[in-house]
C-alpha cells in the first residue's frame, strides 16, 4: 500500500506492519563538533562569520552512501537523539525509542544523523558561543534564524558527511517542518521527507502561546535584554513560566485529566484542600518541577530564538501564499503522521500539507493515530505509531538497498 | 417550551424569542459600599471580622421584592454590570447589552443587583484594603476564599436589601458558578439559576492555566510574596503575563485566526518580516495590549485569590465526587448555556451540570449556542444567545409577576 506508486493517500491508524520490533540501544555514542568557516547568509540578510554544529551518528554509512537519514529537532531536544553519553548512563537520546538496532528507524540499516541547530544551545553555535568579533557571548546580539537558514546550515553538514541525498529527513513538530523547508530548499538531496505532528504554519494561537513564553523571559529582570551572560545570571523564572505555558500545550486536555485530574498533592497524603497557593493539585507539582528543570539547563535567548523561527515559518508566504506553489519544486515521497488528541498542531494541519502535495501529484502517505498524549505523542512509542514507522523505513530501506 | 412543567432539556440554538430587543442604558449609575460588620467564617476555617461589598442596582424592586435578579462576575469584572459612572462615561458595566430597559435582562420589570465580590479590588473588601487589625494592606494574609464563601457573603447582602429570594441569579463562567452554588446552600432563596459558560468544577488542563498565571505573579520580584503595597510597587510584569495567558483561553483559535491570522503589524505597513522579537504579528500586539492594560487596574493578590476559587470550586467533592447528590438540594429552575467554540469550559462541562440535574428531575433548559468567540461568548451579544436569554427572562418576569 505504501509502495503504490504516485499519490496515494493511506490512512494507516490501523496498519499492522509485519516486522516485529526487536528494540535495541544504539549504546554509548559521543558527540562531536564539527566547523564551518565559511559565512553563511541568513533570511534576515544578516550573516554569520562561519558556524560549528554539534552532531551525533549512528550506524553506517553504506558505501552507495544512500542509507543516511538525518533527525532533525524541535524545539528543546538536541543532536542527541538515541544512545547515552558515557558520563550519563540515564540519559537517553529523545527520541530513543526510535531510533536503534532493531527500532522503526533501524540502525541496523541506516546511517542516523542528529544535529543541533545553529542558535540552540547544546553545543552548536549560539547566543551563548563567544562572538570572536568581541570575544563576549553573542547574547541579545545573535541573529535571528528560520528554518530555512537552519536548513542551509544542515546542507554543509550533509556535504561534509560526503552525503549527496539523504534516504529520509525526519522529525517532528519543529523539525517536521525543517523536513519539510528541504524539499522545497533542495529537492534532489531528499528522498523521503517524514514530517510528524507538524503543520505549514503557525496559527494566530500558536504564535500567541510563543509570544506569552517571550514575555515571560523577556520581562525577567535577570534577562538583561539578552545579555545576562555578563552579569553572571539566568532569567530563570521566566524560563520557567514558559516552560510551564509550552508544557500545557503540548499534552491533550484528556491526559491531562487521566495522568492528574484534580488529585491533590500526594506526597503529604493529606485529602482536605489546605487553602494556600503553593502547590495544591498535582498537576501544579507537575508543571512547577517541568518548568524548574527546564529553567536548568536551557538557554533562555535559545528560548526566543525557537519560537521565533516557528513563528516564521511559512512556506507559502513566498509563493503568493500558496502552499501548493511552494511544493511544486518537492520531489521527495513523503509520510506525514498526525495525532488525533494533539491540540498545537492537530491533524488538520497535517491535511493541509497532504492535500498542497496530492495537488503537485506527490507520492504521500499520511497516517492519522488515534492516541491520548497529545503534541508529545510523537515523542512516545505508541504501537501503532511506530509501526506505521517501522512499515515506512522498511520500504525505504529496500528501496535504497539498506 | 420554555415553561413546560418538570424536567425539560431543550436546545435553544435557533429558537427565536417573540420579544424585539429594544436596547437602552440604564444611564448614570452610582456604587455603594455595604458594609457588613458580623465576622463571616470561610470555608478554609479562617473567617474575616465584617466586610464591604461594592454594589450597585438597575431597575426597581416591585412591592413582593419578587423581581430581583443577582449578577455574578466572573474573574476580572465588577459590581459594574450595566450603565455608565459619571466620571466614566466612556465605560459601560460588563454586562451593559445584557442588562438596561428593553435588553435580555429589561431593568424595566427587574431590579438587578451587581455586587464585587469578597476578596475582588474594585472596592470591596480584598488584599488592598486596610487590615484593621494591623492598619495596613492586608496583603498576603487575607484569608483564601471560596465560591461558597462569595455566596455567604452575598447572603447577607440580600438580606440587607430585603430579598428574601432572587427571581433569578445569573453569571457567565465563575459567575455561573456562584449561581449554581447559591442553589445548593440556599435552594429556596432561588428561583431560577441562570449559568452561562460555566462548569462544575475545573479540569487539570484549567487548574494547569491557572498556575502559570499565578506562577508568573508571584515570581515577579515586585510581588513581595504579596506584600507588594508595603513597596509601593506592583508585580506588573506578572500581572501582564497572566493576562495574556488567560486571554488565549478566553478566545477560540478560529476566533484568532479570524481577527488576526498571521498578519504582520500594520501600524508600520511594513509586508516584510523584520527578524527581531519585537512586536511582529498583529496578535502579538494585541496580546501585548491587553496585558499591559490589565496590569494596570487589576491587583495581583486578587487574582491569585480568584483564581484559587475557581480551582477549589467543586461541589460534588462533599457530597462523594456526585453532582448528583450535590445538585439533590436544589430547588431552583434552571438555565445553563455554552457556546461551541468554548475550549475552556466546552459545552459538555455544562452537559454535565444539566444531566445532573435532570437526574434530580429538576426544570432545566440548556442552550448550546453556536458561536465562534469562545469563552468570551457570554459576554457578547450574539443575537441568538441575547435571544434565548430574552425568552427565558421573559418568562421568568410573568412568573414571579415583574
Redesign the interface.
Known amino acids: 500500500m505504501l509502495r503504490e506508486p504516485g499519490p496515494a493517500v493511506t490512512r494507516l491508524g490501523f496498519f499492522v506492519a509485519r516486522m516485529v520490533l526487536k528494540p535495541g540501544s544504539v549504546g554509548v555514542v559521543t558527540p562531536k563538533l564539527m566547523r564551518f568557516d565559511a559565512p553563511l547568509a541568513l ?4 550573516s554569520i562569520d562561519g558556524y560549528s554544529l554539534m552532531v551525533e551518528t549512528y550506524g553506517e554509512l553504506n558505501a552507495e552512501r544512500s542509507n543516511a537519514v538525518l533527525v532533525c529537532h524541535a524545539l528543546n531536544a538536541s543532536h542527541h537523539v538515541a544512545g547515552i553519553h558515557a558520563d550519563a548512563p540515564d540519559v537517553p537520546g529523545w527520541w530513543d525509542n526510535m531510533v536503534g538496532p532493531g527500532k522503526p528507524v533501524d540502525t541496523n540499516r541506516f546511517f542516523v544523523v542528529g544535529v543541533n541547530n545553529l542558535g540552540s544551545c547544546f553545543g552548536s553555535t549560539g547566543p551563548m558561543s563567544i562572538d570572536p568579533a568581541t570575544g563576549r557571548p553573542y547574547g541579545a546580539s545573535f ?2 534564524v528560520t528554518v530555512e537558514d537552519w536548513v542551509n546550515a544542515q546542507v554543509r553538514l550533509a556535504d561534509a558527511l560526503g552525503i549527496e541525498r539523504w534516504a529520509a529527513i525526519m522529525g517532528g513538530s519543529l523539525g517536521g517542518m525543517q523536513a519539510l523547508s528541504w524539499t522545497i530548499q533542495y529537492p534532489e538531496r531528499v528522498g523521503h521527507c517524514v514530517a510528524i505532528a507538524a503543520a505549514p ?5 500558536n ?3 510563543n ?2 513564553a ?3 523571559i ?4 535577570d534577562f538583561h535584554g539578552g545579555d545576562y551572560y555578563a552579569h553572571g545570571v539566568v532569567p530563570r ?1 521566566g524560563l ?2 514558559a516552560r ?2 509550552g508544557h ?1 500545550t503540548y ?1 491533550s ?1 484528556e491526559d ?2 487521566e ?4 488529585a491533590l498533592r500526594r506526597s503529604d497524603g493529606i485529602a482536605d ?1 489546605q ?3 503553593e502547590i ?5 507539582s507537575y ?2 518541577y517541568q ?1 524548574d528543570k527546564f529553567s536548568e539547563y536551557f538557554d533562555a535567548n535559545t528560548y ?1 530564538l525557537i519560537t ?1 523561527a516557528l ?2 515559518f ?1 512556506p507559502a508566504r513566498t509563493s503568493g501564499g500558496s502552499l501548493v506553489a511552494a511544493l511544486a519544486a518537492a520531489r521527495a515521497k513523503f509520510l506525514l503522521a498526525a495525532f488525533t488528541t494533539d491540540w498545537r498542531f492537530p491533524p488538520v494541519r497535517s491535511r493541509e500539507i497532504v492535500e498542497a502535495l496530492i495537488a503537485n501529484d506527490r507520492d504521500v502517505a499520511y497516517a492519522e493515530i488515534d492516541a491520548p498524549h497529545g503534541h508529545d505523542a510523537f515523542l512516545l512509542d505508541d504501537p501503532r505509531y511506530h509501526r506505521v514507522m517501522a512499515a515506512y523505513f522498511d520500504n525505504i530501506a529496500r528501496e535504497v538497498g539498506a
Chains 1, 2 share one sequence.
Open positions: 533570511a534576515s540578510g544578516a541573529p535571528v504554519k503557525l496559527s494566530a494561537q504564535i500567541a502561546f509570544e506569552v517571550r514575555t515571560a523577556r520581562s525577567d529582570p523564572r520557567r513560566v510551564m505555558i500545557i499534552l486536555g491531562m485529566a495522568k492528574f485530574g484534580r484542600y487553602f494556600h497557593y495544591e493539585f498535582e498537576v501544579e508543571l512547577r518548568g526566543l521565533r513563528d516564521y511559512d
